[in-house]
């Protein structure tokens, strides 16, 4: 009997509560021409629709499994993943999206929503010693990102451990949204510092390691 009662509060919540977002969609990236992936975990759904939307756009993308405004909008997953999954991106995509779950007819609905960014890879990522590798000294060693959309955050690694990650990155913007980033790092010099790795990578929300360019010390005038 107790079993049952149980049983009957369980059933009785989750009709009162309806359909939960158990993992909302998170922040993400991705470049222009690729696909972005949106994710969105729901439970006790039961006949309840999960939709996606645009922020600021009346039209639904996708209700449950089915494309609505276009076959560019789908949905995958199993087992209550509704994933939405939008093709070949353009900078007109950018935005917010929003994962409604629930009765959207009428009733009650819950939502969650991340932001998508689209991004221009930057044409070129270098990394250079601006002032040479002496041992004894300081040195400088610079990475430089070439026009992106939008200029990059720059992350260092040595020998694939994070190196100085409070290291700034410097970036200039035109109208269109595009520009370079710079980030420098001061590196003091000894024969410890000989054969070491340093990688320089992009970073945007929700994308790490978009792009990267790796380069080996050898110091200057070591014997």
């Known amino acids: 009997m107790l079993k049952m009662c149980l049983f009957c509060v369980a059933y009785m919540v989750s009709n009162v509560y309806g359909t939960l977002i158990t993992s909302p969609p998170t922040n993400t990236s991705a470049a222009v021409g690729t696909d972005a992936f949106l994710t969105c975990l729901v439970s006790n759904k039961g006949t309840d629709k999960v939709k996606w939307r645009k922020e600021g756009d ?5 209700a449950d ?8 909008y789908k949905v995958t997953g199993t087992n209550n993943n509704y994933n939405l999954t939008i093709t070949s991106v353009t900078v007109q995509d950018e935005g917010q999206y929003i994962c409604e779950a629930g009765d959207t007819g009428s009733g009650p609905t819950v939502s969650r929503k991340a932001s998508l960014s689209v991004v221009a890879l930057p044409t070129n990522l270098s990394v250079y010693w601006s002032t040479p590798p002496v041992e004894g000294r300081t040195a400088n060693l610079t990475c430089r990102a070439t026009y992106g959309r939008p200029p990059p955050t720059l992350t260092w ?4 451990l994070p190196y100085n990650p409070l290291t700034p990155t410097t970036s200039n913007v035109n109208s269109q949204g595009y520009g370079d980033a710079y980030s420098t790092l001061y590196i003091p010099i000894n024969s410890q510092t000989e054969g070491r790795r340093f990688r320089c990578q992009t970073d945007y929300p929700g994308w790490t390691r978009a792009k ?3 380069i080996t010390t050898h110091l200057t005038g070591l014997i």
Do not use: A, M
């Not at 009346?58 to 996708?62: A, I």
């Not at 089915?66 to 076959?71: G, L, R, Y």
């Not at 690694?157 to 694939?160: P, Q």
């Open 212 to 214: 990267e360019y790796t």
């Open 58 to 62: 009346t039209e639904t993308l996708t």
């Open 65 to 72: 499994s089915v494309s609505v405004k276009s076959n560019r």
């Open 157 to 160: 690694f040595k020998d694939e």
